[in-house]
């Protein structure tokens, strides 16, 4: 194995499986379900990386991917990202931006948040660009065994389109939001399979 994909739940990890598949790529790549939030998503990886050093199959870099919500009116749902530095209650990580060379992409600094809020919630730096539940937990465990992380993922929400301040408690609270959020995003799943498809195909062949 040697990348490892890890996305949080059924949907981005089932779409990333079926990316592997189609791109005849399981010799290369694994896909790892964290469950959501940065503390399932730590143990998770922590698990799997341990598994992995004692069969000796160590993946030479781990990925956070999936969807991510962001905070700038220029970054748009759909919009495809990687990371220059993940945050978390006042801590930082700088992380080596994914070279993507086939797809148009925006390169952004990434908060990670403890609940769905999407593009709201409170940026105190002003710096921060787009927001997820897993990457700087996923980004410190890979730090601790020492493999190379990066983030790649789709914008699910945006200032023009955002999850409510309730985030999806409220949002499932009236139909016809949750009617209107879900016809904007129901093809996300296959946007994140044709990303990974491509750049399994174009970007991570050797």
Partial sequence: MKILLCAATVFEAGACQKAVRQAKASAKVSV??????????????????????????????????????????LLKMGDVITVRKVSSEGKSIPIVPAAIRSIPFREVSLEQVSKIMGAAG???????EAVDMESYSLAEVAARFQIPFSVIRIVSDDPEHP????????????????????????????????????????????
């Fill in 32 to 73: 790892l379900k964290t469950g959501m939030g940065g503390e399932a998503a730590a143990s998770a990886l922590t698990r799997a990386l341990e598994s992995a050093i004692a069969s000796g199959v160590q993946p030479e870099r781990v990925i956070s991917t999936g969807f991510a919500g962001s905070r700038r009116a």
């Fill in 122 to 128: 409170e940026d105190e730096t002003g710096e921060v």
């Fill in 163 to 206: 999850i409510p301040d309730g985030g999806w408690l409220e949002m499932v609270s009236s139909p016809l939001r949750l009617a209107r959020f879900i016809a904007r995003s129901s093809s996300l799943p296959t946007k994140l399979r044709r990303l990974w498809e491509q750049l399994l195909t174009n970007e991570f062949r050797s």
